[in-house]
């Protein structure tokens, strides 16, 4: 008898190991235009924590930190005469300027003169 409870035992505690391994994960690739992606997804809520201090890639886009004028949402930016905005969302981060900024309506992004 105490063997077919340990064989029990241990066949169900295996067994939650098992169950716990997760199936084969579909990776996708990123979206070219990853504010489009965004959009669909009705995500406007960006995740910076902290102002860009060095050059960046978005140079040419117009986020350069010595332009920088702290956080606050899209549509406050243009109004006050902001051209470009940083946004990071679900760990990666896109600059967009120009009229765009007032249009995507993002929150919590960093805004630059």
């Known amino acids: 008898m105490q063997l077919v ?8 505690f295996f067994a939650g190991f098992v169950a716990a391994i997760p199936g084969p994960v579909e990776m996708r690739s990123p979206e070219n235009d990853i504010s489009e992606l965004l959009e669909s997804r009705g995500t406007i809520h960006c995740a910076n924590v902290a102002k860009i201090k060095r050059p960046t890639r978005y140079e040419k ?3 350069i930190p010595e332009r920088s004028r702290g956080f606050g949402p899209a549509h406050n930016c243009f109004n006050k005469g902001g051209r470009a905005y940083l946004c990071v ?6 600059c967009i300027h120009g009229s765009s900024v007032k ?7 960093e805004c630059f003169m």
């Open 5 to 12: 409870q340990l064989v029990a035992v241990t066949f169900f």
């Open 61 to 63: 886009e117009g986020c």
């Open 89 to 94: 969302q679900g760990g990666q981060s896109f």
């Open 103 to 109: 249009k995507n309506n993002y929150e919590n992004g």
